[in-house]
């Protein structure tokens, strides 16, 4: 027993020693947070108070830490885009101890002055102390561009990188740079209004080559590690090594090309986002540890740097994914946050008069929407909205008969979300039809109405057109053979050539968005001086009728 006793006792001690020869470093990123801030179970989004929680949990394990944020920070987030005016990106930020970004293509969403700006003007709930830093090398500014730094090609709202000091435990500085990447295709998915006089480089290793002819450069060459932060896809993919079979990560950007034959020694990570994927492993013939947190705040990525505790030599980056648990009791700060949110729902209000919190109706079970995967389909979810543009109609115009058929329909792409099973509020339609788009309403006879739908089931490329309350019949060839619109009553009334209808939609579509030829929903033929509420009142409108969905 006494020899037992000694060898478990030498073999802690040597446990000891060890692990007070090496030091871990956590390098923390949240990735395409897009604005979650408000729990929803149904797309898996634990809210920002969870993310603070878990953040602060990371923390208290590594005390020496950084956390970084990989872009698309906000953008096509209902609730972002409703509380504009009190926008509470900033607290979280600090909450979270960010200050240092890399720029998504949704950075672009407000235009190049918020990047400048940093919400400084316009916003309510800014703290004074908070400050963001963008990091991104390759975006480049024209000679007459208004944010060009003097002397550069640079954007003065974002640097090429960032030098950061990390203290350890001992109280010794570990020097750590980031150097930022931003997306080429960012050109086709941002706003060219937002976009004047910037161009992208989709050349990483270039960009990189040229970066170390600056003047400036070497305090990233004399940092103690250097990390790439890049708005650049990458995805996982199963291999086979062997007798083994594993998921590897690789590069899903339109800069694929120039990512995957990036061998530069100097980094020891990259920080992935973009692609809204779960990634974690090494890529590339150069191996560099990669991770990626999927999105909306749903997990933390990481890569632990172990440091040699002499030397501060780099010994090992292990990437790594921690899930973000959500939360129903919160610690003080929190649970500030979350009371910061929760104020929010109650006290904001829709264009229409509605809050943001309020329960509308209650869905039975779970209404699935994808657009990705049914973009060829009729859903449940465009059947609900496109009811909801008709009885929009039949609400500013009550002299219409119950059997003159009035038809909503909605480009697959405008709707963004299902609904989860329970309580729908205002909150959740916001996020089926974050746009807002204005609903215009057209008196068509049955041609022209065979028209659209002749084109609308057609339409490959974007997605098929949602509709509701009629019953279209299609020949063996796959053209629309008749239609039959479905009253209130449930009668069957089938609609001629000449057959008056109206048709109603949201001005994206109606004037010539996704494919849709304008001729189809001719302007000498729409409904003026009709007081029309915007899609998402009019479907909010809608669910209220209804005890349940």
């Known amino acids: 027993m006494r020899r037992i006793s000694l060898i478990l006792a030498c ?30 179970d149904y797309k898996g989004i634990p809210g920002a108070a969870s993310v603070v929680e878990t953040l602060d949990s990371l923390k208290r394990v590594y005390p020496a830490h950084i956390v970084v944020s990989a872009g698309d920070n906000f953008g096509g987030s209902y609730f972002y885009q409703a509380t504009r005016s009190r926008s509470l990106m900033p607290q979280f930020f600090q909450d979270c101890g960010i200050t240092l970004s890399g720029v ?19 916003v309510e709930c800014r703290p004074q102390s908070w400050q963001m830093e963008y990091v991104s090398a390759n ?15 640079r954007p003065q709202f974002c640097n090429p990188y960032s030098v950061r000091s990390i203290t350890l435990p001992d109280g010794r500085e570990f020097q750590l ?26 050349n990483v290793q270039a960009v990189l080559d040229s970066l170390r002819h600056t003047s400036d450069y070497s305090r990233v060459a004399g940092a103690d590690a250097r990390i790439l932060l890049v708005h650049q896809g990458t995805d996982t993919k199963v291999v086979q090594r062997g007798c083994l079979v594993m998921l590897e990560p690789y590069w899903s950007d339109v800069d694929s090309a120039s990512l995957a034959s990036l061998d530069d020694n ?60 959500p939360r129903s009791t919160f610690p003080p700060k929190a649970a500030r946050l979350q009371a910061q949110i929760d104020e929010l729902l109650t006290y904001t209000y829709t264009k229409g008069g509605a809050v943001l919190g309020d329960c509308l109706t209650y869905a039975i079970d779970n209404i699935a929407f994808d657009r990705s995967t049914m973009k060829h389909d009729l859903t449940r979810m465009g059947q609900l909205v496109t009811s909801g543009y008709a009885h929009a109609v039949r609400q500013a115009m009550p002299e219409l008969d119950a059997h003159t058929a009035v038809v909503g329909i909605s480009h697959i792409g405008g709707i963004r979300a299902g609904l989860q099973k329970g309580a ?3 909150m959740d339609v916001g996020e089926v039809l974050p746009f807002d788009n204005a609903l215009r309403v057209f008196r068509m006879n049955g041609a022209q109405l065979k028209a659209l739908f002749e084109f609308g089931l057609h339409n490959e490329r974007y997605g098929y057109m949602q509709y509701a309350d009629i019953r279209c019949t299609l020949d063996k060839r796959g053209h629309v053979k008749s239609l039959t619109y ?27 968005g996704d494919g849709y030829d304008a001729s189809l929903f001719p302007a000498g033929q729409e409904v003026k001086g009709v007081q029309m509420p915007h899609i998402t009142d009019a479907f909010i409108n809608y669910l209220r009728t209804l005890e349940k969905i």
């Not at 802690?12 to 990735?31: E, G, H, K, P, R």
């Not at 980031?178 to 910037?198: D, E, H, I, N, R």
């Not at 009334?493 to 001005?507: F, G, H, Q, R």
């Open 11 to 40: 073999t802690s001690l040597a446990l000891s020693l060890s692990a007070q020869q090496t030091i871990d470093v956590a390098v923390m990123c949240i990735n395409d947070f897009h604005g979650g801030f408000v729990r929803d």
């Open 104 to 122: 998504g293509n949704h950075e672009f969403d407000e235009g190049q002055s918020l990047l400048l700006d940093q919400w400084r003007t316009g």
């Open 139 to 153: 975006i480049r500014c024209d000679a007459n561009s208004p944010f060009r730094t003097e002397g550069t090609s």
């Open 177 to 202: 740079a980031f150097v930022g990447m931003t997306t080429s295709s960012t050109t086709t998915q941002a706003s060219a209004s937002k976009l004047g006089g910037l161009s992208f480089e989709g």
């Open 266 to 325: 100097q980094f020891c990570g990259i920080l992935s986002s973009h692609s809204h994927k779960i990634v974690c492993g090494h890529i590339g013939e150069h191996g560099y540890p990669v991770t990626q947190g999927e999105s909306h705040g749903k997990n933390i990525s990481m890569l632990r740097l172990t440091l040699d505790a002499q030397t501060l030599e780099l010994l090992n980056g292990q990437p790594m994914i921690i899930p973000v648990v």
């Open 424 to 426: 729908v509020r205002v």
């Open 486 to 512: 479905i009253a209130s009553d449930g009668k069957l009334l089938p609609i001629t050539d000449k057959t008056t209808c109206y048709l109603v939609a949201d001005e994206f579509v109606s004037g010539g």
